[in-house]
C-alpha cells in the first residue's frame, strides 16, 4: 500500500524511509558543547517494552532506552549532513554499530541506601513569608469574586505566561540496552553508557531521570561507588511525574478520616476517590485538589474584612488586570496584589491558630500549595524548555 501511494507522490517509499533510519544510525553523533560554554545534558531512561507476538501478547521484548535532553538547542554542532548509505545494512552491521555490551554490576555486599546520609531538618530554622505566589492569590480571589471567564488555573497559569521567553531543548537518542530494565546489570550498564557519553562531550557531572521502580536501583548503584570516583559524580533524579504522584499520595494518607475522600467523592465517582487519593490517577488529583482548595479560599476570603475604599481599588484593579493582560511578571511585581496576599496570608494565620481540625485543614492547604508550586517550576516558570 505505501509503494503504491509513492508511486502517486503521496509519501516517500517505504525503503526510503528505512534507508534514512539507517542512515542517521551509521552517522555519528554530533558534537556537543561542555557544561563551561553553558551547554546542559539530562539523561533519562526507561523501560522500552516490545510485544513481538503481538496477538497473543507473548515473547515480549525487554530493554532499557536512554535519551539525552541537550538544552540549549544551539549549543549543537552539526558537522556534516547525514550520508545517504545506497543499501539497507543487513542486522548484524546496526549491531556492529549500535549494540551495547552488558556490564556486570559486582556488588560484595555492600548496602548502597545504608550510605545514604539523611539530615534532620530543623523546622524551627525555617521561615517562609508566604506560601503562596502573587499569582495564585488573583486567580483565587477573581474566583472569589465570580470574574466571569476565569479558566481554571492551570489555563490561567498558560495565559499569564504566554508570552514568557522559553529555551529549546533537542533529544537525541542512544542505543538501547538489550535485557530487561529492572536487572541491576542492565542499570549498571546504562550508567556506565551515561557516563561516558558525557565525558565525551567534557561533561564530566551526570543527570540522569528515572521512573521510581528503576531509580531506587539506581540510587542504590551509584551509593555503593567509592567517594570521589566517576560513578560518584552521577546525579540521580526521580522523575518529576513520580515525585508528584507520591507527594499527592502522602496528602491523601495525611487527611484520612478528615472528610477529605467524602468531599472529593461530590465530585468524582466513588470508585475513582481512592485512587485519587493515592495519586495514581493524576490529572483527576490535581483537578479535585486545586477545587478544593479555591474552595477554601473562598472560605477565608469570607472572613476578611476590607474596607470601602480597598473594594474599590481591588474592584479597579481587576478591571485594569483584564484590559491589560499582564505578564506573570507583572503580577508578581504587583504592590496590590501583595497587599491582598498579605491580608490573606493573616488570615490563614488566624484560622491556624483555632485548633487541631483548623490547622489540618490550612496544611492540606499549603500542601496543595506546594505541589502547585512544583508544577509551576517545571511547566511555567522563567526559562522554561521545550
Known sequence: MLEFLACLGLCAPYKEAVLYEASSVFHPHPSISSPEEGCFIQYVCDNADHNVATIDGLNTFHSMGIIKIITPYDKIHEDQLITRLTTIPTAAEMATIAQVQIKIYENYGVQGLKKIM???????????TSMLRNSDILWMYKKWKR??????????????????????????????????ASNYNTLYTSLQCILDDGKMHG?????????????????????????????????????GFHLLMSFLGSIGYIMAESGLKEVISTIYAPNSVDKILLGHAYSRAIRAHTLLQVAISEIIFNEITLD??????????????????????????????????AEFDEKISEIRNRGPTAKLWVQYFEMITIAKEFIERKEWEIGRHI
Open 118 to 128: 539523611v539530615e534532620k531538618l530543623d523546622c524551627d530554622e525555617i521561615t517562609t
Open 147 to 180: 470574574v466571569p471567564k476565569v479558566p481554571g488555573w492551570s489555563g490561567f497559569m498558560e495565559y499569564l505566561t504566554k508570552d514568557e521567553i522559553y529555551r529549546k531543548s533537542r533529544i537525541i537518542y542512544l542505543p538501547f540496552i538489550n535485557q530487561p
Open 203 to 239: 561533561h564530566t557531572t551526570c543527570v540522569v531521570t528515572f521512573d521510581q521502580p528503576l531509580y531506587f536501583k539506581a540510587r542504590e548503584i551509584v551509593a555503593t561507588s567509592v567517594e570521589n570516583s566517576e560513578f560518584s559524580k552521577i546525579i540521580v533524579r526521580l522523575g
Open 308 to 341: 470601602d475604599d480597598k473594594n474599590e481599588f481591588f474592584k479597579r484593579y481587576l478591571e485594569n488586570v483584564d484590559k491589560e493582560s499582564p505578564s506573570f511578571k507583572d503580577v508578581e511585581r504587583s504592590s496590590a496584589v501583595t497587599e491582598l496576599k
